[in-house]
Nanobody, 118 residues
Framework: QVQLVESGGGLVQPGGSLRLSCATS????????MGWYRQAPGKQRELVTI???????NYVDSVKGRFTISRDNAKNTVYLQMNSLKPEDTAVYYC????????????WGQGTQVTVSS
């Protein structure tokens, strides 16, 4: 059974940093586009960033220059380095794996809470 397990969330002050990790199992990791989504209270889930199988990245405008996604295919893990955090970054962050050809193969983690507050 495919599993995606996020970790690294928590409470941080504005301007601080966090690094999220998403460890995957039972999938051929290098064949999956990996993404981070987030959902704030009362809002729809939004795409934050993705990294393709070839390592190309894309970011939502609100996090450009502050967040960095990376992947380690040897460890079957994707990371999200978040710097200069703002209160509006507060949300549950979800890891997503989507097969680069068969997009119906789509998997989600359980989410990790990130709270930015003083």
């Amino acid at each position: 059974q495919v599993q995606l397990v996020e970790s690294g969330g928590g409470l941080v002050q504005p301007g601080g940093s966090l690094r999220l990790s998403c460890a995957t199992s039972n999938l051929f990791f290098s064949n999956f586009i990996m993404g981070w989504y987030r959902q704030a209270p009362g809002k729809q889930r939004e795409l934050v960033t993705i990294i393709t199988t070839e390592g190309r990245t894309n970011y939502v405008d609100s996090v450009k220059g502050r967040f960095t996604i990376s992947r380690d295919n040897a460890k079957n893990t994707v990371y999200l380095q978040m710097n200069s955090l703002k209160p509006e970054d507060t949300a549950v962050y979800y890891c997503n794996a989507n097969h680069y050809i068969n997009h119906r193969r789509d998997y989600w983690g359980q989410g990790t809470q990130v709270t930015v507050s003083s």
